[in-house]
């Protein structure tokens, strides 16, 4: 099979974007499993989240990048969705488990991954189905922002004003996401998508470092 890179300036970028989400959440994923012997639950649950988002990232740069039948386009687009609100999944049950205890995640990690399945499905369903999803991150987002201020406020987790800003920026991505805005930066057209990709960028590393700084503590 030969693969042909996509014709579109703002899909080749948006790939591009992708694919450096996937490299730098694949080595932020491999760091946090290095915790596995102080904290075993805790750096599974988050690794797992950094693991799922760079496996969507790299999936994505396949999706925007290269030129495909469109009913091949589709068809990788399930995994991709599916992957993604397992990624927010895991990430309300990490925000939850810092909140409330590991206890208290552990028994609502079925539910919230059930609730990842129930927004995949029903967004296969319906004709606006990406707009079921940025609800879906909306909800999580918002209840992670609330966790980690109130952590940060209280002085109860180290991190937890890293990781609120971490969040904060996701949210300020998601939003980015899903409206219409295209710039050029440095001679690069850049849609939604890729503007997404770029300010998400900028939270990682907060909430790698948010989450490290507990860790360490």
């Known amino acids: 099979m030969n693969l042909t890179i996509i014709a579109s300036p703002t899909e080749r970028s948006t790939a591009a974007t992708d694919a450096l989400i996937g490299v730098v959440a694949l080595?932020?994923?491999?760091?946090?499993l290095g915790?596995?012997?102080?904290?075993?639950?805790?750096?599974?649950?988050?690794?797992?989240?950094?693991?799922?988002?760079?496996?969507?990232?790299?999936?994505?740069?396949?999706?925007?990048?290269?030129e495909m039948p469109e009913t091949r386009r589709t068809l990788l687009w399930k995994p991709l969705n599916l992957t993604?609100?397992?990624?927010?999944?895991?990430?309300?049950?990490?925000?939850?488990?810092?909140?409330?205890?590991?206890?208290?995640a552990r028994r609502a990690t079925p539910g919230l991954l059930?609730?990842?399945?129930?927004?995949?499905?029903l967004s296969q369903r319906l004709q606006r189905g990406f707009l079921i999803f940025i609800l879906y991150e909306a909800l999580a987002m918002l209840?992670?922002?609330?966790?980690?201020?109130?952590?940060?406020?209280?002085g109860q987790l180290d991190g937890a004003q890293q990781m609120a800003a971490g969040v904060l920026?996701?949210?300020?991505?998601?939003?980015?996401?899903?409206?219409?805005?295209q710039l050029t930066i440095f001679g690069i057209p850049?849609?939604?998508?890729?503007?997404?990709?770029?300010?998400?960028?900028?939270?990682?590393?907060?909430?790698?470092?948010?989450?490290?700084?507990?860790?360490?503590a």
């Open 190 to 216: 850049l849609d939604n998508n890729g503007l997404f990709h770029i300010v998400q960028l900028a939270g990682l590393p907060l909430l790698a470092a948010g989450l490290r700084a507990d860790l360490d």
């Open 84 to 104: 993604l609100g397992l990624t927010v999944a895991l990430f309300a049950t990490g925000a939850l488990g810092d909140l409330a205890g590991e206890r208290v």
């Open 143 to 154: 209840f992670a922002l609330g966790a980690y201020v109130r952590l940060a406020q209280a």
């Open 169 to 181: 920026i996701s949210i300020i991505a998601a939003a980015i996401q899903s409206s219409n805005l």
């Open 27 to 32: 080595g932020y994923a491999a760091k946090l």
């Open 35 to 66: 915790y596995r012997q102080q904290a075993p639950w805790r750096a599974g649950v988050w690794a797992g989240t950094f693991g799922a988002l760079s496996f969507s990232g790299f999936l994505g740069a396949v999706v925007h990048g290269f």
């Open 114 to 121: 059930a609730s990842a399945l129930g927004f995949f499905f």
